[in-house]
């Protein structure tokens, strides 16, 4: 089994979907993940948003102007006028349920509801391609049948491994099967999802599920780059990456994978294979057990973080201090991405600033606090253990004249982590792939 996954741009328009049912031919059984259409997500957020200022003239206004475009790709891609008024049937049974929330005030679940048309959508039609204009064998799965998380909105992998089963167990015969990335259920048996960009989190968990021989991610561009692309000009594809270097670039903002979307194929194994739609040919990058030589071999970026400084005369010389400090964030479920010390103080960054007032106030317990918003983690990502001479001058040479807040080197082989104000971040990325990649 193979698990092929598909985001937004490959997805993006007729011609894009034709394109992919291309690049699925083959003889080996498969699962098919598609995301939403590019921006088809990004809208339905925004009609969330009216709906939750209360502006439904603009909801509605935004949703049919969303339902007028399904209809047009409806009509592009399927030419029998039969089949294309059973799939605006089903398309418009899709903007019913969207429309229907706009009844009353918009809660966080009918929000989940909204947010999982987009890729109920690009399914129903790419599989009516596939089995009405193509002819082809292909069973639309339905991720809400198979796809959970638990109260703790992780995976629940046992669930979704005995239900993924049940349901491939009905098709023995059956080669291609296409499925929804993103949706799931919550705990609660309601419609859910894994965050944005989580259809490639989707497809590492269904290829957890269904111990595939490999999972395909396919986008919009040739591989995992050395930097981000949309920030540095001049960035090229890495060729290998082990599982741990790719989580921790996916983590720390390398968005060509959503961050958690590593960690289902590293634990069973499983190589993940980064493809571009629009250069099927090209190598891509190789996720797996085995990396590169190249001993830096990417920078990416995590915007959004917070910096506290907790400074402590009671930390002189104690014990228990940092268990206690780090109970405060536990309960408030809110992990820790970067911390260093020093004999007196600690800093660390949180991304998730939902509890920080409570954090704050139970901090100011320990001693004084600060804190600064708009720091981004720039991290390092290679073999830096076995290369220690050089890598970290290099960097630290090239980002001289940009302020450090904060340096974390040592807790991983692979991971230099540094953090710097927001406003710094294109110039230290810049400067960073000057010093470190740019080949004499
Ligand atoms: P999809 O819709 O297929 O999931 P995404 O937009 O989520 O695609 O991810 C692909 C994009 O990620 C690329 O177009 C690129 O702009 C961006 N990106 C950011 N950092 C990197 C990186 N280090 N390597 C490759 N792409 C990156
Ligand atoms: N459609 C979702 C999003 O835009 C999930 C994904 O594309 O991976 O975030
Ligand atoms: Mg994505």
Redesign the pocket.
């Given at each position: 089994m193979k698990v092929l996954k598909?985001?937004?741009?490959?997805v993006g328009s007729a011609e894009r979907m034709r394109a992919v049912a291309e690049l699925i031919q083959s003889d080996e059984r498969r699962i098919v993940v598609l995301?939403a259409m590019?921006g088809t997500t990004n809208a339905l957020v925004n009609i969330a948003r009216l709906l939750y200022d209360g502006d439904t003239t603009a909801a509605t206004y935004q949703t049919e102007i969303l339902r007028q475009h399904y209809l047009m790709v409806a009509r592009e891609l399927l030419p029998n006028e039969a089949h294309v008024t059973d799939a605006i049937t089903q398309v418009d049974a899709r903007f019913r349920a969207v429309f229907d929330l706009m009844r009353g005030p918009l809660t966080a679940s009918g929000e989940k509801v909204i947010l999982a048309q987009g890729e109920l959508l690009s399914t129903l039609l790419f599989h009516r391609y596939v089995t009405q204009v193509l002819g082809q064998q292909a069973v639309l799965l339905p991720a809400l049948d198979f796809m959970k998380i638990d109260r703790d909105e992780e995976p629940d992998a046992a669930y979704i491994r005995e239900h993924l089963a049940q349901q491939l167990a009905q098709y023995p015969d059956n080669q291609l099967f296409i499925t929804q990335g993103y949706i799931c259920r919550n705990a609660d048996g309601g419609i859910d999802n894994l965050k944005r960009?989580g259809?490639?989190y989707s497809a590492s968990l269904i290829g957890a599920a269904a111990d595939a021989s490999e999972i395909q991610i396919?986008?919009?561009?040739d591989?995992?780059?050395?930097?981000?692309?949309?920030v540095v000009e001049g960035?090229y594809p890495i060729r290998e990456l082990s599982f741990d270097e790719a989580a921790e670039?996916a983590y720390f903002?390398?968005?060509?994978l959503h961050p958690s979307s590593v960690l289902p194929a590293r634990q069973h194994n499983i190589p993940v294979r980064l493809l571009n739609t629009m250069q099927p040919e090209a190598p891509g990058t190789l996720i797996s057990s085995k990396t590169g030589p190249e001993p830096i071999k990417?920078v990416?970026a995590k915007d959004g973080l917070v910096a506290i400084n907790v400074k402590s005369s009671r930390m002189l010389l104690a014990h228990g201090f940092l268990r206690s400090l780090f109970e405060v964030f536990e309960r408030y479920r809110t992990p820790i991405d970067m911390i260093t010390t020093s004999e007196v103080a600690v800093s660390l960054t949180i991304d998730d600033a939902t509890h920080l007032e409570e954090i704050l106030n139970d901090l100011r317990g320990f001693g004084t606090v600060e804190v600064d918003k708009n720091q981004t983690i720039i991290c390092l990502v290679g073999n830096l253990v076995q290369s220690t001479h050089g890598a970290a001058r290099l960097a630290f040479g090239a980002l001289e004249d940009v302020p450090l807040r904060m340096i974390s080197y040592g807790g991983s082989p692979n991971n230099i982590s540094i953090l710097v104000n927001t406003a710094d971040k294109t110039r230290a990325l810049k400067a960073l792939n000057a010093g470190l990649f740019q080949k004499a």
């Open positions: 598909f985001g937004g741009t490959s995301s590019s960009g259809s490639d396919w986008t919009d561009i591989g995992l780059h050395n930097n981000d692309p949309r960035t670039l903002g390398a968005k060509i990417a990416a």
